[in-house]
């Protein structure tokens, strides 16, 4: 448990650090773009029109779910599947990939997984607010449940954190893992409930409660359930435990992994 506490006091006091990196960074990836900044929230756009086609229009044949229409409610799931899907993977690689200032300057290198997560905070926002927009053009309206998108913000950003010093650790001690965690990553997006809702009579319900126990699930669900005033957080007691425990385990265990093999990160890279 100490070192959790080591690696949160790591983070707090170098918060202008992480936010500095970040805007850079933001600036740095597509400076040699036409369209600059413009291709972060373009791409996800043009992603979720495809879906929309194939699923919503395509497959649904733009049937509503539960009495709500299929555009925002896909929209508001996969905004935060979107932001969490390439924190992920960025996070995964970021001290791989830093291995020149890892070797050249004593950094604080626990920071490096949440710079990614700050970094691609712009272009969730943005997202957000379209959400928003389409939202309210299908007749959603803000209502008192919006307020849980502070916790299940704040959901996000602790399981993002955790999962991201466990990913960006094990990805140095085994190489062959950031493959395994794309491979992961892609099967999750259809297992998270982002395009449909497996929570009907058409998956047997144990098949339910298992894909249930998915941090990713509870969040994408956490955000549905704020807009669509469709459950409380505090209504799914069982799940809140459960992800908040997964939260803690890959915490601890990222935590531990992170501080014995530290000193050795460049040598093994």
Not at 94 to 103: E, N
Not at 241 to 248: D, I, K
């Amino acid at each position: 448990m100490k070192e959790v506490f080591t690696l949160i006091k790591e983070q707090l006091e170098n918060l202008g650090i992480i936010f500095r990196i970040s805007r850079y960074e933001d600036k740095a990836e597509y400076q040699s773009h036409y369209l600059g900044l413009v291709w972060e929230y373009l791409y996800p756009l043009i992603q979720i029109a495809i879906y929309w086609v194939v699923f919503g229009v395509g497959l649904k044949h733009g049937n509503a779910t539960h009495g709500i229409a299929y555009l925002p409610w896909m929209v508001i799931g996969i905004t935060p599947w979107f932001y969490m899907n390439r924190v992920t993977l960025d996070a995964s690689k970021s001290i791989y990939s830093r291995v020149g200032m890892v070797s050249k300057m004593k950094f604080p290198v626990s920071v490096l997984p949440t710079i990614k997560v700050v970094s691609n905070l712009s272009s969730f926002w943005t997202m957000l607010i379209f959400t928003l927009l389409i939202g309210l053009l299908h007749g959603v309206y803000p209502t008192i449940s919006w307020f849980q998108w502070i916790y299940y913000f704040i959901c996000m950003i602790a399981w993002l954190v955790a999962f991201g010093i466990f990913n960006s650790t094990v990805s140095v001690l085994v190489r062959d893992y950031r493959i395994l965690l794309q491979s992961l990553m892609r099967m999750l997006f259809y297992l998270s409930g982002v395009l449909f809702n497996f929570e009907t009579n058409a998956f047997p319900a144990p098949m339910v409660r298992i894909l249930q126990l998915n941090p990713f699930f509870y969040i994408v669900s956490g955000f549905r359930d704020s807009m669509f005033h469709t459950a409380y957080f505090w209504q799914k007691p069982t799940l809140t435990l459960v992800f908040w425990g997964m939260v803690l385990f890959f915490l601890l265990v990222g935590s531990h992994l992170h501080y014995k093999f530290r000193s050795k990160f460049v040598d093994l890279i």
